[in-house]
């Protein structure tokens, strides 16, 4: 999976096109990613206690990573290659030939 934690990234399809953030945690085996106030759904919750009242919470949902791609530091977005730098192998952005 090309998209790790602290990525910037933008949802290129679904209800939230177009839309930017940081990826909070990277789900590998699933191959989907969290991304705070992307894909956001309300959940019901009931009252805990006697005397307290039910709520709906806003719980963000996981996106797959096809759904999203990197956006590199001129905010455009940019597919993910790889290249052998010695003897460690970098990440880098397609668009700009730049180490992420």
């Known amino acids: ?6 990525d ?3 949802v290129i399809s679904g209800k939230d096109k177009g839309k930017t953030g940081k990826v909070s945690q990277a789900f590998p085996a699933l191959k989907k990613v969290l991304i705070p106030g992307i894909n956001v759904h309300k959940k019901h919750m009931k009252a805990r206690r006697t005397g307290e009242k039910g709520q ?3 719980m963000p949902g ?3 990573v096809s759904n999203v791609m990197l956006v590199d530091d001129t905010n455009k ?12 192998k970098t ?10």
């Open 91 to 100: 990440r880098t952005a397609k668009t700009t030939k730049k180490a992420i």
């Open 8 to 10: 910037n990234v933008i």
């Open 1 to 6: 999976m090309k998209i790790k934690k602290n």
């Open 56 to 58: 709906m919470v806003d």
């Open 62 to 64: 996981l996106v797959h």
């Open 77 to 88: 977005r940019t597919r993910v290659t790889y290249k052998m730098v010695g003897d460690k």
